[in-house]
């Protein structure tokens, strides 16, 4: 069966250090893996997404790895800042015909030390 | 910046009484779903909505769930007869056509609460 799962339920970083979010995949048919940004009562917030003929792609801050091999997605977040404390799910993305279906991991709440 | 908004942002109902849950999506997207998350787990897909009809569902989205968009800019979900294991957030998400992968907005959520 197709699933989307975390390593660490919860991460503690140091205000100023890199932080680095796990997440392992088995459905290898997926065209994007996403990395959401969930804040406590607020909805999922689009961070960064990366196609599946990829292996790394970088934004602000942000860089996302992926590797087909293994089946695992990282999240690196540089200079982590205390507005980064939140949870974040990976999920991934599957086109069909223009449609999509976004499948999510359960999450890894990130807290930040100042 | 353009977002999608949902209404209301707590619902309380007792158990058998139908909710409906209202969202009105970013207003050039074409594309909108439905999602849940149970307290403390993942985010669920409920239902994915283009052209005026159903185009994926869930098993979680059964004879019990439905869908509109009763206008042009809102899009509802409605639960016929609540039941307790229904109790948790709803969150909206729409996104336009740029690409296979464009974006899917989420609204704040509705938290639904069945006593």
């Known amino acids: 069966g197709e699933s989307v799962g975390l390593h660490l339920p919860t991460l503690s970083v140091q205000e100023g250090d890199n932080s680095i979010i796990n997440c392992a995949y088995s459905?290898?048919?997926?065209?994007?893996f996403i990395w959401y940004k969930q804040e406590s009562g607020k909805g999922p917030q689009f961070i960064i997404d990366i196609r599946s003929n990829m292996d790394k792609r970088q934004g602000q801050r942000v860089t996302v790895l992926l590797n087909k091999t293994v089946k695992h997605l990282s999240l690196q977040i540089a200079a982590t800042q205390p507005g980064d404390s939140a949870v974040y799910f990976c999920?991934?993305?599957?086109?069909?015909?223009?449609?999509?279906?976004?499948?999510f991991g359960t999450g890894t709440k990130l807290q930040v030390i100042p | 910046e353009p977002e999608v908004t949902q209404t209301p942002s707590h619902q309380v109902t007792q158990m058998g009484q139908e909710v409906i849950l209202r969202c009105v999506p970013i207003s050039n997207h074409l594309y909108f779903y439905w999602y849940r998350q149970i307290l403390g787990q993942k985010v669920e897909f409920l239902v994915s909505f283009y052209n005026n009809e159903i185009s994926e569902k869930s098993e979680i989205f059964d004879d019990q769930f439905s869908v509109e968009r009763p206008d042009g800019s809102n899009f509802t979900l409605k639960i016929r007869s609540t039941k307790l294991e229904d109790s948790a957030m709803y969150f909206c998400a729409s996104r336009g056509v740029e690409g296979a992968a464009d974006t899917q907005y989420f609204g704040p959520g509705t938290r639904l609460t069945v006593l």
């Open positions: 999920a991934e993305l599957l086109n069909s015909g223009g449609y999509q279906k976004v499948t």
């Open positions: 459905n290898s048919a997926s065209d994007y």
